[in-house]
């Protein structure tokens, strides 16, 4: 067991952000999608901003420093006034601004956020919100001259035009699909696009939509919505139709006046989509995952007489931040149920949307009193390779000394397992064990972790373990993607009687 408590890593960038100093706020402004303000911070004062969101909306906060030698932080808290989510220094050292992206807003609410300075930094600061991710990819008012042109056979019966700084669609016949696209667009493979609609119709009513990754006229998946609150997902691959998911109804889609916002989030095999900011429908589809361009999208039904006129106006499409070409990884995580969890991972980057929850176990316990590391498998006879796993833990500890609780996982047998845990005395950790002896991995000693109830979530990629700890980042280490079991287990480093309590214990597997 001494092996397991005797490496060290640097402290937490978590705890940092966790154990900063709270200061008052000195004027409280309004925040807006897609309109960037500007801020200033004098030493020891803060800043608040004010924004709405709705349940279950995708927003990403970016932080740049624009003068001084002001080193950005802030935090976001709900109505009650309650912290949520936090970030100081996402890309540290080599950038010290700050960041949240691809953040799920867990409720209707008027939220805040307090930028604050780090230490005695100050100066000015520009902070900007987006639907989706953090970086604009592609903004276009469609002002000016019409850069969008039919991506369609050439037919007399869809026109494409710009009236009033707006692209306008108009389609006619039965069973037909007008789209636009924009030649001079670059390729995005994940992405968050938003479109203002404005649609009108005949007797039958309207259809509008739009292509996803469309890499040709031949190739690309098309979104549609019509006037009877329906959507569907189809996809054209090498000049064939498929569809994905048929109409379907949502409350959100009904009842529609035919002006709302459309948006759209595409993170590897994963769809979002989103009516007036309202999550309808998501769906995951590996049928293209390379790069293409959005188009604009009419559609007609089987009527001789069917026709669709839609305007479309303020087309904006984010893109994520990288670094190195990866995705940021996340100093925080909302927590929360495992099926509100899993989702919110997946579109920070951290899972796949091409797997599954395979495992939601609601409760299980262990109790031991003898110095070491004693397991009880989950799932038995289950093995998995790349997964997630989460778990909230309590302990009980009969007497002086310390103990903790943890994950077992890539459980081979008794003496070759990897642990995550969690003691009393603040330490925290990920080891794997070989025979006799614990490889150093993941170690830190947080004074922020009080208590003994902890939420614990391990991510197991092919080439990294990630591990966070209450939300908070805790750590990474290689991860040689080995195949195995799971379970719960009891850490005792002396003799006392400790018993372990797990809640909500799941596991998203996406190997197999």
């Known amino acids: 067991m001494e092996f397991l408590r005797c490496f060290s890593l640097s402290l937490l960038a978590a705890a940092l952000i966790f154990g900063s100093t709270s200061l008052s706020a000195q004027d409280t402004n309004s925040l807006t999608i897609n309109s960037p303000v500007d801020g200033q911070i004098g030493n020891g004062s803060s800043q608040t901003w004010t924004f709405n969101a709705v349940e279950g909306e995708v927003l990403s906060f970016a932080v740049h420093t624009t003068g001084g030698n002001l080193d950005p932080k802030f935090t976001i808290s709900n109505s009650k006034g309650e912290p949520f989510l936090s970030n100081d ?31 005695t930094t100050s100066g000015e600061y520009q902070l900007t919100m987006l639907n989706g991710f953090s970086q604009i990819g592609l903004s276009d008012n469609f002002n000016g001259d019409l850069q969008w042109t039919s991506a369609t056979a050439p037919t007399s019966d869809f026109n494409v035009s710009s009236d009033n700084g707006q692209i306008g669609l108009a389609l006619t016949g039965p069973n037909h699909t007008g789209i636009a696209t924009n030649p001079k667009q670059s390729v995005t493979s994940d992405f968050y696009a938003a479109v203002n609609v404005t649609a009108s119709g005949g007797q039958d009513g309207w259809i509008v939509g739009m292509t996803l990754r469309e890499i040709d006229p031949s190739n690309y998946y098309l979104l549609n919505l019509n006037s009877r609150g329906q959507w569907r997902l189809s996809v054209r691959q090498d000049g064939v139709d498929k569809v994905i998911r ?28 989103f009516y007036n900011n309202v999550l309808f429908g998501r769906l995951s589809d590996s049928t293209f995952t390379a790069p293409g361009v959005i188009g604009l999208a009419v559609g007609t039904s089987s ?69 070491g590391v004693d397991r009880i498998a989950l799932a038995r006879g289950a093995t998995y390779t790349d997964f997630a796993i989460g778990t909230t833990v309590s302990w009980q500890a009969a007497g002086e000394g310390i103990s903790g609780c943890g994950i077992v996982l890539q459980a081979k047998d008794d003496t070759n397992y990897t642990l995550a845990y969690v003691d009393h005395s603040g ?38 373990l990630l591990y966070y700890v209450d939300g908070f980042y805790s750590g990474r280490m290689a991860n040689s993607g080995i195949n195995g079991g799971i379970g719960n287990a009891v850490v005792n480093f002396d003799p006392i009687r400790t018993s372990c309590n797990f809640t909500d214990t799941w596991v998203w597997n996406w190997d197999n």
């Open 246 to 273: 048929d109409w379907l109804n949502h409350p959100a889609l009904a009842n529609s006046s035919g002006n709302f916002t459309l948006g759209v989030m595409v993170d590897g095999t994963g769809f979002d989509f």
């Open 427 to 464: 330490a925290l950790g990920v080891s794997q064990r070989q025979s006799d002896h614990f490889i150093p991995g993941i170690f830190a000693e947080n004074t922020t972790i009080t208590g003994n109830k902890h939420s614990l979530v391990v991510i197991l990629q092919k080439e990294q």
């Open 303 to 371: 009527s001789l007489s069917s026709q669709t006129t839609a305007y479309f106006d303020d087309l904006i499409v984010s893109v994520p931040t990288l670094k190195n070409g990866q995705r940021i990884i996340p100093q925080q995580i909302a927590l929360g149920q495992p099926t509100v969890l899993t989702r919110d991972l997946q579109r920070r980057g951290l899972i796949p949307a091409n797997g599954q929850l395979v495992l939601n176990v609601a409760e299980s316990s262990i109790e031991s009193a003898r110095p």
């Open 89 to 119: 220094d996402f890309a540290y050292p080599d950038n010290q601004d700050a960041l949240l992206e691809a953040v799920t807003m867990a409720r209707t609410d008027t939220y805040s956020l307090t930028v604050n300075g780090v230490g």
